[in-house]
C-alpha cells in the first residue's frame, strides 16, 4: 500500500503544472478519506496554508482597491504627496518653522551637548540658546530647496508604485519619497545650508561657542555643523509629509478634494 502511494506521488510532481497537481491531490484525498479540502476548516491551533493565505491577503487587496482604476489610484497618491510635500515645506520655511516646532525643532549636536551644559553652568546660557536658534533659522532658510526634487520624484511615480502604496501602511507614500529623494536631497541641501548658516551667523556663532568651551575645558572639540543640520532638515521635511500622509489616510476632512476623497475613502473600511 505504502508502495503504492509513493509511486502516486512520483507520478504527480512529474505534471506540468501546479494546479494540476493539488486538483489530483485534492481529489485522490476526497476518494480515500470523505475530506474535502476545498472546504474551509476551522482554525483549531493548527497553521493554515501558504496558498490560503497567499490567496486570502490577493482577495483582501482587491476588494479595498474598489472599483478605482489605475489613473485614479495613481493621481489621488500623487495628490496626497503633493499636498503633504507643498503643507511641509511651506510651514517649515517661515521664522519660526523649525525653532518652535518641537516635532522637528533641531536641537544641540549630540557632540557638542556637553558644551551646552558647560555654558549653562558658567552663566552663558543665552549664547547656547541662540547657537541653537541659529542651527534653525540655516534650515528655515534652505528647506526651500527640497520642493523640485519632490516634484520630480512624484511625477515618475508609477502604477505599480501607487498600487503598493495605497495598500501600505499610514507612511508608504513618504517611505517612497524618502527611497526616491535622500541622496538627491542631501546633495542639493548640503551647500544650500552652508551658504545660510554663514547668512543667519550660525557659523560665526559657533565658532565662538566652541572656541570659549575649549579654552575653559582645555579640550578640543569640533563637529560637522553643515552636515549635521543638512540631515536634520531633511529628516524634518519627511516628518512634516509623513504626518500629513498619516492624516489624509485616517481622518476623512483632510481628503480636500474628490480624488482624495475617493481613492482613500476606498481604503475606510480595510
Known amino acids: 500500500m505504502k508502495k503504492n502511494i509513493f509511486l502516486a506521488v512520483g507520478l ?5 503544472t501546479q494546479a494540476q497537481i493539488f486538483d489530483i491531490i485534492k481529489s485522490a484525498v476526497k476518494d480515500k478519506t470523505g475530506v474535502d479540502l476545498n472546504t474551509p476548516v476551522k482554525n483549531n491551533g493548527t497553521k493554515t ?3 490560503t493565505t497567499t490567496s486570502s491577503q490577493t482577495n483582501n487587496s482587491s476588494a479595498n482597491l474598489g472599483n478605482l482604476t489605475s489613473t485614479q489610484i495613481s493621481s ?3 495628490e496626497a504627496l503633493s499636498i503633504g510635500v507643498t503643507d511641509g515645506v511651506k510651514k517649515l520655511a517661515i521664522t519660526d518653522g523649525f525653532f518652535k516646532n518641537e ?11 556637553k558644551i551646552d551644559t558647560t555654558l549653562r553652568s558658567i552663566g552663558m546660557g543665552s549664547l547656547a540658546d541662540e547657537g541653537v536658534k541659529l542651527l534653525n ?3 528655515e532658510d534652505a528647506v526651500t530647496e527640497a520642493a523640485p526634487i519632490f516634484t520630480n520624484a512624484i511625477t515618475s511615480m508609477t502604477i505599480t508604485d501607487a498600487k503598493n502604496i495605497l495598500l501600505g501602511s499610514n507612511n508608504a507614500a513618504t517611505s517612497y519619497l ?6 538627491q536631497l542631501f546633495t542639493a541641501f548640503q551647500p ?9 551667523g550660525a557659523d560665526t556663532l559657533w565658532k565662538n561657542l566652541i572656541s570659549k568651551y575649549n579654552t575653559f575645558t582645555g579640550q578640543s572639540v569640533t563637529t560637522d555643523l553643515n552636515e549635521y543640520v543638512t540631515t536634520e532638515t531633511i529628516n524634518g521635511v519627511f516628518k512634516m509629509v509623513a504626518d500629513k500622509e498619516s492624516g489624509i489616510r ?13 481613492v482613500f475613502g476606498a481604503q475606510d473600511g480595510k
Open 49 to 51: 496554508t501558504t496558498t
Open 76 to 78: 489621488g497618491l500623487k
Open 178 to 183: 524618502q527611497g526616491k529623494t535622500q541622496s
Open 12 to 16: 504527480l510532481f512529474s505534471m506540468s
Open 250 to 262: 485616517n481622518t476623512p476632512a483632510m481628503r480636500t478634494t474628490s480624488i482624495l476623497q475617493k
Open 103 to 113: 516635532a522637528v525643532k533641531i536641537l544641540m549636536p549630540e557632540k557638542l551637548r
Open 137 to 139: 533659522r540655516a534650515a
Open 192 to 200: 544650500k545650508v552652508k551658504a545660510s548658516l554663514g547668512k543667519v
